[in-house]
């Protein structure tokens, strides 16, 4: 799972890319993108993490998710820190949809941390977790930028999820439902740096 969310999460986007080389290249309408859209995403409670708690019945999983839980309680605080020391954001036209794109893509996310499949909703949670770690990176480069600095991350280790995913996936269809919700998470991940650098582009042009 670790490798596979490597593979097929943020990083593999070619703006987080640019970014994770070089966050002193971001312009302030960028930032203010990063941690707005970000924040409408993963920002609110409940999150994806929360509903994978009330959807998980495996006693294995509830020390991961009571973990998961209380680390995403101090990154929301982090991230709607950020938001506001950032500033609004701002359009890229007149028909700008931006932030209805990303609205439906948290409805999406709390559709499928909600589902009565068991696996997914647990499998949602991995791939968040440990794609975060990647887009953290970015969000603290950015905190100093800024002028403050966040705490350490306390969510759980890499080498915890891909223990408890290995210990999960021992059963087939579980192991498909998780993959499954992993999968999903990524994309809608990798949708949000493609849409980000949408709107770099259509501000590069308008200058």
Same mark, same amino acid.
């Given at each position: 799972? /670790?490798d596979y ?24 309408? +960028?930032? #203010?993108? $990063?941690?707005h859209?970000?924040?409408v995403?993963h ?13 998980? #019945?495996?006693?294995a999983a509830? !020390?991961?998710? %009571?973990?998961?839980?209380e680390g995403? *309680?101090?990154e @929301?605080?982090?991230?709607?820190k950020? !938001?506001? /020391?950032?500033?609004p $954001? ?6 700008d949809? =931006?932030?209805a794109a990303?609205? #439906? ?7 499928? =941390? ?7 909703a ?6 968040? %977790?440990?794609?975060?770690? #990647?887009? @953290?990176g970015?969000? +603290?480069?950015?905190? $100093?930028?800024?002028?403050?600095e ?8 890499p080498?915890?999820t +891909?223990?408890?995913? *290995? ?5 087939k269809? $579980?192991? @498909? ?7 999903? /998470?990524? !994309?809608q991940?990798?949708?949000l ?13 308008? +200058?």
């Amino acid at each position: 799972m /670790v490798d596979y969310v490597a593979e097929h999460g943020s990083a593999s986007v070619r703006y987080f890319q640019e970014i994770a080389s070089g966050v002193e290249s971001l312009s302030g309408p +960028e930032t #203010a993108d $990063i941690a707005h859209f970000l924040c409408v995403l993963h920002g609110r409670h409940p999150g994806v993490v929360d509903h994978a708690a009330t959807k998980t #019945a495996d006693e294995a999983a509830r !020390t991961w998710l %009571v973990e998961a839980i209380e680390g995403f *309680t101090a990154e @929301r605080a982090f991230l709607t820190k950020l !938001t506001v /020391v950032a500033g609004p $954001i701002s359009g890229v036209g007149v028909d700008d949809q =931006s932030n209805a794109a990303v609205m #439906a893509q948290r409805k999406a996310l709390d559709m499928l =941390s909600q589902s009565d499949r068991n696996g997914c909703a647990i499998g949602a949670s991995f791939a968040l %977790v440990l794609d975060w770690f #990647a887009i @953290r990176g970015i969000l +603290e480069k950015m905190a $100093i930028r800024l002028g403050f600095e966040s705490r350490a991350a306390i969510l759980p280790s890499p080498e915890a999820t +891909e223990s408890l995913n *290995t210990i999960l996936s021992g059963n087939k269809p $579980i192991e @498909r439902a998780i993959n499954f919700g992993a999968d999903q /998470v990524l !994309t809608q991940h990798r949708g949000l740096w493609q849409l980000m650098e949408a709107r770099r582009n259509a501000r590069s042009l308008a +200058e």
